[in-house]
């Protein structure tokens, strides 16, 4: 990203410029304070998770639980469980995936993982390895409650 001009303050004590994208030329408002970490406008990152996406075979959409971009909250949950075990770009991938936590094969098809999981019952519910030593598997995983999930994180990993 290339800074094109200055705009100064808006409402908050931070100034603001426009910045060029260097992979598409799409010009972008940004904080300048931040402007110089971001390496383009989306376009970049869209593009290598389509890679990705095409990559761990998450395109096939005969489930029905991804219509029109709106994925369903168990796609969203099982997507996010493939790319923090197989994304070296996620923040959280060092948690998962650096750590040899892996998905078990089966579960690589939605269909698989929908047939053994089941829907996630609610926005308040995530997926639990009940080993958080061994890696996501029909015998080692459940939906819980978000709450008693981060009290059992904080548990096993103490601030």
Request: aromatic share 10%; proline share 3%; glycine share 8%.
């Amino acid at each position: 990203m290339k800074l094109i001009k200055k705009l100064g303050c808006k409402q908050t004590k931070y100034s603001y410029g426009i910045f060029k994208c260097s992979y598409c030329g799409n010009e972008v408002e940004k904080r300048l304070d931040k402007g110089k970490m971001y390496k383009s406008c989306g376009c970049h990152q869209k593009i290598l998770n389509k890679k990705h996406i095409k990559n761990v075979g998450l395109s096939n959409k005969t489930h029905g639980h991804s219509v029109d971009n709106t994925m369903s909250i168990t796609y969203r949950s099982w997507c996010s469980m493939l790319t923090r075990t197989s994304n070296p770009n996620r923040t959280n991938f060092k948690s998962y995936g650096g750590k040899g936590i892996k998905v078990q094969k089966r579960w690589l098809k939605f269909a698989n993982f929908l047939s053994d999981m089941g829907e996630r019952p609610s926005e308040d519910y995530e997926i639990d390895r009940i080993n958080p030593h061994a890696g996501y598997a029909k015998w080692n995983c459940r939906w819980v409650l978000s709450q008693d999930n981060k009290k059992r994180i904080n548990k096993y990993h103490p601030a």
